[in-house]
């Protein structure tokens, strides 16, 4: 009699488990703040914006991702160091920060790789850049998405620069990114990194001659009311991944962990379409308003610019090898 009184106890207890848990799942609510850089007129703001609320809708309101654009809150390092301290946070950024915790997301996006946005949006399929994936989440960080391009990033000066010994002595804004810093650097400029915010009054008081950016930063941002060389330099390719702590994620019930990650991999490839059904349009729009593009001499930016790969800290040894080796295969079937 004991014996099953005790049997029906624990019965009991399991089932009002079950039924708190099962509760708790239907009552779910989780509230994400998105943080990135960019103005209310880039693609990349829209594009957080539809897959923030396109989640909330197949959530069922469940998971509420609030976006904060133009650097309102934590972003750049301090953004992916939100991240990594496992903050109910998503982080909108360069894949070179994510170089701060596994050093070959550096050459994922360094200088001089990429002709087109396809080769890489089919680079980061590759078993290469899987395992980099992999070991970010070993850090702490959920990569949600990195293929959030928004367009190959050229030197925009007010001077005719088609060789690196043009940029000496030019002033030339970037990001914080080291990858940035030592690439410009080492593409003959001398580089002073400023924050996007403070980016276009240092240009108009003089304490920078240009920057480097897209022609949807250039834009998006007015950035031709000021500056009007664009030295086709496409030193890199302008991408944001998309970060959140593994320690958040892993508490996210599956079924929204599934349309979060589906919503946010959908949305980089829509954007890379709209990024190239747009780039002719958006040129001819920057000519009209007293933009000139050159060519450069993209040999010897290749060769002022290839030791970064060699002399960045933290690389795997033989990066640079395999990712051409992946680059030749992307080619040969695009
Ligand atoms: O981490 C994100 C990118 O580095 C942002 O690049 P940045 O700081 O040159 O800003 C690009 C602009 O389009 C922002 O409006």
């Known amino acids: 009699m004991k014996r099953r009184a005790v049997l029906g106890f624990i019965v009991m207890i399991c089932v009002l488990m079950g039924a708190a848990g099962m509760a708790s799942a239907s009552d779910y609510k989780l509230v994400l703040r998105l943080s990135h850089v960019f103005s209310p ?168 001659d240009g920057i480097e950016g897209s022609e949807f930063t250039n834009i998006g941002t007015k950035v031709y009311e000021l500056l009007k060389n664009v030295a086709r330099t496409q030193h890199f390719l302008g991408t944001c991944g998309v970060y959140i702590s593994t320690q958040v994620w892993d508490k996210i019930p599956e079924e929204y962990r599934e349309i979060i990650a589906d919503e946010f991999a959908k949305g980089a490839l829509e954007m890379v379409e709209i990024g190239k059904r747009d780039l002719g349009e958006v040129t001819e729009k920057l000519e009209s308003y007293g933009v000139k593009f050159n060519e450069v001499d993209k040999k010897a930016f290749v060769e002022a610019t290839k030791s970064i790969y060699d002399t960045f800290p933290g690389l795997t040894p033989g990066i640079y090898d395999r990712l051409q080796e992946e680059l030749a295969k992307i080619r040969e079937r695009l």
């Open 41 to 208: 007129d880039e693609q990349l703001t829209k594009s957080m914006d539809w897959v923030a609320e396109r989640i909330l809708k197949r959530t069922n309101g469940a998971i509420e991702i609030q976006t904060f654009p133009q650097a309102q809150i934590a972003v750049y390092k301090d953004g992916l160091e939100q991240v990594v301290r496992g903050a109910d946070f998503i982080s909108v950024e360069d894949p070179s920060y994510v170089g701060d915790y596994v050093p070959d997301f550096i050459a994922l996006v360094g200088p001089m790789l990429y002709n087109s946005y396809d080769e890489y949006v089919e680079m980061i399929k590759t078993d290469l850049v899987q395992d980099m994936i992999k070991r970010a989440e070993e850090k702490g960080i959920k990569i949600l998405a990195l293929e959030y391009v928004f367009g190959f990033r050229n030197v925009i000066t007010n001077k005719l620069v088609e060789r690196p010994e043009d940029l000496k002595g030019v002033k030339i804004r970037t990001p914080g990114s080291q990858l940035f810093i030592q690439t410009l650097t080492a593409m003959g400029a001398t580089v002073t990194p400023l924050p996007w915010a403070e980016t276009l009054p240092g240009v108009q008081q003089g304490i920078v």
